[in-house]
């Protein structure tokens, strides 16, 4: 299996509409699922040059590149050296080992590359399989936010993960 990130381009936002328009998908992200395609390109646009987020494109496959899903790492603080970890693994392409492996890839993209110090991120305390692939990747458990986001009718909690840079790369060598 390869996958690979490369920067998220103009053509790319009909696949980022797709998956930010599946409310299966955006219960776990604590957010609507309903977002046009003109929303969104204005978005991308107005953000295409900002240093403190770097979109990406998970794809899998040789020749035959197949888009399976987004990986963000957003508020990237330049004093303090951390950001927002986000990932979507469409859900035709979920259960085969992408978001691992592409949680892998932007970790070391964020410490190698942007010599980033944390890592963090916010997920649903009932989303196990994401709990899963995080903590494989080496992101703890930081805290529990209670009833932080309203989705799918009700208050949810979500824990905030985090990963330092020397754990990574001990984790790696």
């Known amino acids: 299996m390869t996958v690979e990130l490369r920067a998220l381009e103009r053509d790319d936002l009909r696949f980022v509409h797709r998956l930010n328009n599946d409310s299966s998908v955006m219960t776990y992200w604590f957010d609507e699922p309903f977002e046009s395609l003109a929303e969104l390109t204005d978005i ?33 603080e330049p004093v303090h050296l951390t950001a927002e970890f986000q990932i ?6 979920q259960g085969k080992g992408y ?13 190698a590359t942007l010599n980033l110090h944390k890592v963090y991120l916010i997920v649903d305390v009932e989303n196990a399989g994401a709990i899963h692939v995080y903590e494989k990747n080496g992101f703890a458990v930081e805290g529990t936010l209670r009833e932080e986001f309203f989705a799918a009718g009700r208050y949810r909690n979500a824990f905030r993960m ?11 060598a």
């Open 44 to 76: 991308y646009d107005r953000h295409i040059h900002d240093n403190r987020e770097r979109r990406f494109v998970v794809e899998t496959g040789g020749a035959d590149r197949v888009q399976v899903g987004i990986v963000e790492l957003v508020e990237i």
């Open 88 to 93: 979507i693994v469409a859900p035709d392409h």
């Open 99 to 111: 978001a691992s492996t592409a949680t892998d890839l932007a970790l070391r993209y964020a410490f």
């Open 162 to 172: 985090g990963i330092l840079q020397r754990d990574y790369l001990e984790k790696t």
